[in-house]
């Protein structure tokens, strides 16, 4: 019954999906990658919701509860939070700057405003490399979803199917059938979140689990702790909207005002949290034997919830991992055939950048199954490379002098410094190493920057084609 369920819903998300197509069939690259600039609240509020509330909500956070406690928590909260209000400011000024420079790409506001063919490959180059494992993540949940149903195939084939659904998903009409999707995706995962929640209400009652919990995590945080929570919710708060896939989705709207009353209604869905901490703290009280923390909400679904339901949350699950690897095909795709390759005719480069998803999905199949620690270990590096972006974008969005080399200086030193950091495992007493290395980064372009002024190499003014 499961499985009926869990299809039923696939074969929904591919209808509406060649629903959006709609009105759409000759689509150019523009609408294709970014829907014409065409969004309108709603669509947008889904298909960013769809991007940042993915698999990992309801397998790490639960996980991270169940492993580390309710201090877990603090930090992954907070930086969500702190990054709506960041979000309601910038993010109409990011896409006020994409339709100045007709960028698609993140790197296309780098090239448009600071018109330097190596800034541009410096930050296309490094989007590409730091979003590569994140496939990687996608897959491996997407695979732990699948065997939720008790499908027993081996990884190579749940792997494989995952990624013809999400190549699928991405050829019928791009970031269209993206926000489509979303729409199924979001209430499928809230709905599956929040009777999680209450089936353990009911079973255990929340006094009960709390007491069992509380008696195998801490509740409190010690100095290290609290300097790492502090410093890592300013840090990602950052990088929140430095994804490329995030920048790109904000091209997708009609106008900055759609951007903003996104924003204002996007913390609505920090409601689900608590039934997250709920299932995790029930798989607590339980002493319910998991090979990984990121087993503790499924554990308690399948424990908790009747057969067809199981079927609703492993959709939920599948289609928020296969949201948000079509998400990363349509960055990589548009960075490699725009900004890799500047010369390919736009009438040609649709079609070139479905080749590069084809090739992308099956490089991250070959390296989740042959180098899966080495993957697992570059996820974790991710938000602190992209996060180096912020200040190269802040300037954007500021109109300000600063040479296109400083800022290239400045990005590779954060990024650099930050895998050196992570790969070595330096002590820094719990502060957020991403943040250190976004000062460093900062800290270098300053002194480029006005190291070439007394150079006597001065900045040109700024034009209106955006060349600093």
Request: with cysteine.
């Given at each position: ?146 065997k939720g149903l008790g499908w027993n195939f081996p990884p190579i084939c749940l792997i494989l199917i995952a990624a013809l659904l999400a190549f ?143 079927g609703l949350v492993a959709a939920a699950a599948s289609l928020s991992g296969l949201l948000v690897l079509a998400g990363l095909c349509l960055a ?113 372009m300053v002194l480029v920057n006005g190291a070439e002024k007394l150079a006597g190499v001065h900045a040109p003014r700024h034009t209106p084609h955006?060349?600093?």
């Amino acid at each position: 019954m499961a499985t009926a369920v869990f299809l039923g819903f696939i074969l929904l998300s591919l209808y509406l999906a060649l629903r959006s197509k709609k009105g759409h069939r000759k689509q150019d690259v523009h609408d294709f990658f970014v829907a014409s600039g065409q969004f309108g609240t709603c669509l947008v509020f889904f298909l960013t919701a769809g991007e940042i509330y993915s698999i990992g909500t309801m397998v790490g956070f639960p996980g991270g509860i169940y492993a580390k406690g309710p201090t877990y928590g603090v930090w992954f909260l907070g930086y969500i939070l702190l990054a709506y209000p960041l979000g309601y400011f910038i993010g109409p000024k990011i896409w006020t700057a994409g339709k100045r420079y007709n960028a698609i790409t993140l790197p296309d506001l780098f090239k448009g405003y600071y018109s330097s063919r190596l800034l541009e490959l410096v930050v296309a180059a490094s989007a590409i490399l730091f979003l590569l494992p994140w496939g990687e993540l996608q897959f491996t949940g997407l695979v732990a979803a699948f065997k939720g149903l008790g499908w027993n195939f081996p990884p190579i084939c749940l792997i494989l199917i995952a990624a013809l659904l999400a190549f699928t998903y991405v050829a019928i009409s791009g970031v269209r059938s993206s926000a489509y999707i979303a729409i199924l995706k979001d209430i499928l995962m809230v709905v599956a979140i929040v009777i999680t929640g209450v089936a353990v209400v009911r079973q255990a009652g929340v006094a009960h689990v709390l007491q069992v919990a509380s008696l195998h995590v801490a509740n409190t945080m010690n100095a290290r702790q609290l300097t790492f929570s502090m410093s890592t919710i300013l840090f990602q708060s950052l990088g929140f909207y430095m994804l490329p896939v995030g920048v790109q989705f904000f091209f997708t709207a009609k106008s900055g005002d759609t951007i903003r009353r996104t924003q204002m209604v996007m913390p609505l869905y920090m409601l689900m949290y608590p039934f997250l901490v709920l299932a995790a703290y029930y798989a607590l009280s339980q002493n319910l034997h998991l090979a990984s923390p990121n087993e503790a909400f499924f554990a308690a679904a399948t424990r908790l919830l009747p057969d067809w339901l199981l079927g609703l949350v492993a959709a939920a699950a599948s289609l928020s991992g296969l949201l948000v690897l079509a998400g990363l095909c349509l960055a990589i795709g548009p960075i490699v055939t725009r900004n890799l390759l500047p010369h390919l005719p736009e009438s040609r480069q649709k079609h070139a950048a479905k080749i590069v998803i084809a090739v992308y999905l099956l490089v991250s199949i070959v390296m989740t199954l042959l180098t899966p620690n080495l993957m697992l270990t570059l996820v974790n590096t991710t938000l602190y490379g992209v996060t180096q972006f912020f200040p190269g974008v802040l300037i954007i969005l500021l109109s300000l002098r600063v040479r296109a080399v400083a800022v290239a200086l400045g990005i590779l030193t954060g990024q650099v410094l930050a895998i050196v950091l992570y790969t070595t495992q330096v002590d820094l007493g719990g502060f957020n190493l991403g943040l250190l290395c976004l000062t460093a980064n900062v800290a270098v372009m300053v002194l480029v920057n006005g190291a070439e002024k007394l150079a006597g190499v001065h900045a040109p003014r700024h034009t209106p084609h955006g060349r600093v």
